[in-house]
């Protein structure tokens, strides 16, 4: 089924941010195994796995819209050099994913693409997740102190 134009170049463009925040999360997932902080270092992982799955998802959409993915773009991928600059960076990318998905599904409606809608409203649904538990280690190092947060990060 032919795709709208917009809509496919959208799809691409959430494709290009999953693709580098992908990136980013696997970067700072092993950064945080390499400091020993196991229970960071799985949380993070999974939220690799996440964007991973979204960006199989929109790569099959785009083939569906019989578009081509384009999974040779990044955007700026932001390391942190500690553990709460990498959380803080991640939180900037959530926010960017949950701004793009969400002015996405306004253009799917505008087109009255559907199919599109609800697979863009399921990934938002795990974007808006990702932000609740980056803003709660934020509280967390913020209430208790980064030393106290880091150690409780050591045990997985």
Do not use: F
Request: proline share 1%; net charge negative.
């Amino acid at each position: 089924m032919k795709g709208n134009d917009r809509i496919l170049e959208t799809l691409n463009a959430l494709l290009s941010d999953e693709l580098t925040a992908i990136n980013q999360y696997m970067v700072h997932s092993e950064m945080c195994d390499n400091w020993g902080y196991a229970r960071l270092h799985k949380a993070i992982e999974k939220r690799a796995i996440d964007e991973m799955k979204h960006a199989e998802k929109l790569i099959g959409r785009i083939l569906y819209l019989e578009g081509k993915p384009i999974v040779s773009n990044l955007g700026p991928i932001h390391i942190g050099a500690e553990v709460e600059t990498q959380l803080r960076n991640d939180y900037e990318s959530e926010k960017g994913a949950v701004s793009a998905y969400n002015t996405a599904i306004a253009l799917a409606v505008e087109v009255a693409d559907n199919g599109t809608r609800e697979l863009l409203e399921s990934i938002l649904k795990d974007e808006e997740t990702h932000i609740d538990w980056l803003e709660a280690q934020l509280d967390q190092i913020g209430q208790m102190g980064l030393g106290v947060y880091l150690s409780q990060q050591v045990t997985s």
